[in-house]
């Protein structure tokens, strides 16, 4: 499998969504409707860490609409972890998202380099806690 999700603490209030080197677009479909089931499984609000650093995702229209239709009303902020020298591109297809794909582009989503910056955001933004044993 090309990608791993799993609750990042115990609260399950963060999905971690990771990618590997060799994932396809069947992948990104794949874990996109696996995510919306773990969402759907709990009733409060729930945030994505998408850690993309090994993947050069290229989303289309068709999948920029497919992932508007996978979106839970329970989903809150995404973070997505990307290499530093590509930030600024991931802030512009946010925007060309944020027109095709509105519910899953326009809620917050935030771009950092690194998986430590992300939880650092949800737990200065949302109050997360991240437990040492779900994170190993």
Known sequence: MAYQIRWYNRQKTVVLQQYSDDVTKDD??????ESADMLK??????????????VDNMLTTTDMQFLEKMVPPN?????VVVAEHKLKYKSIVQGMGNKIA????????????????????????????????VLK
Do not use: C, N, W
């Open 28 to 33: 990104l479909y794949k874990m996109a409707r």
């Open 75 to 79: 989903q809150g902020a995404v973070v």
């Open 102 to 133: 509105p519910h899953a582009f326009a809620k917050e989503t935030v771009f950092v380099s690194s998986r430590e910056k992300a939880q650092a955001y949800l737990q200065q933004h949302y109050a997360i806690v991240f437990d040492d044993v």
């Open 41 to 54: 499984s709990v009733s409060h609000t729930v945030h994505l860490i998408i850690d993309e650093r090994s």
